[in-house]
């Protein structure tokens, strides 16, 4: 004969109700979460860094122009029209540079800009992405790039710098102007799903010879002989007026 075993009695709680009588009832255990759930970590979706997109022809381009030299040299990115974090074009502009920094004309910067406007772009297509090489290996922004960042391209809407260093490394960040200043970093990568033109070193070439000057450290007319003197990355240092038609061809 099976005999079942008693169940034990649950405890009693009482409740009183509004004229005051004591009603017993019976206590329910509390519901806490069990172990398994408050182990699991929690499952986020992975963030995807935006990515400056480069053309193979522009890529190409600009890893030339950093070969050319053994100095930094900065440029203009050009974007495309239906994407701005899209660069088509790389272009040079008139500048003088050593190791460390780079110097742009500002007579060079307006007329490549109103050679651009006249062909139709819009300045948020070359006047936003600033790109620059570094000779080293770190394509980590320095001090000075950081406060020519902030000088020159402080009061766009957005803007953004992107560094090639010698390595092959990169870095890349856009600034987004507003009540709460917006910075991001960038992922860069070439895109080649868009149609691309063949490379033309000797054009490319050419356009540095044109433009990049550079200039040792040692030299004594150099604006960065002395580590602590004032140098402006827009303008020609007013001692190089006299000399500036000794640019190469």
């Not at 499952?43 to 053309?55: D, E, G, I, K, M």
């Not at 540079?97 to 772009?121: I, K, M, P, Q």
């Not at 570094?134 to 402080?154: C, I, L, M, W």
């Not at 827009?234 to 190469?248: F, G, I, M, V």
């Amino acid at each position: 004969m099976t005999i079942a075993a008693a169940r034990p009695a649950e405890p009693k709680l009482a409740r009183r109700t509004k004229n005051g009588t004591r009603i017993p009832t019976t206590a329910r255990p509390s519901r806490t979460p069990s172990k398994l759930r408050m182990l699991r970590p929690l499952r986020t979706r992975a963030r995807r860094r935006p990515v400056l997109r480069f053309a193979p022809d522009a890529w190409a381009k600009l890893v030339a122009l950093r070969d050319f030299g053994p100095t930094e040299i900065g440029a203009f990115g050009i974007a495309d029209a239906a994407d701005p974090l899209a660069v088509v074009d790389v272009r040079l502009v008139t500048q003088r540079c050593d190791a460390a920094r780079v110097e742009f004309a500002d007579e060079a910067v307006a007329d490549l800009f109103d050679r651009l406007v006249d062909a139709g772009r819009r300045p948020e297509e070359f006047a936003r992405i600033w790109i620059h090489t570094h000779p080293g290996n770190s394509p980590a922004p320095s001090v000075v790039d950081e406060e020519t960042f902030a000088r020159v391209f402080g009061r766009c809407d957005w803007a953004v710098m992107a560094i090639l260093a010698r390595s092959g490394a990169t870095s890349a960040r856009l600034r987004v102007r507003s009540v709460v200043p917006l910075e991001v970093e960038l992922a860069t990568a070439v895109d080649f799903g868009r149609p691309f033109a063949a490379s033309d070193l000797a054009a490319w070439r050419a356009e540095y010879r044109a433009c990049v000057s550079p200039r040792a450290p040692a030299d004594r007319g150099s604006p960065f002989a002395d580590p602590g003197a004032p140098w402006d990355d827009w303008t020609w240092n007013r001692a190089h007026e006299e000399d500036r038609d000794e640019l190469p061809a």
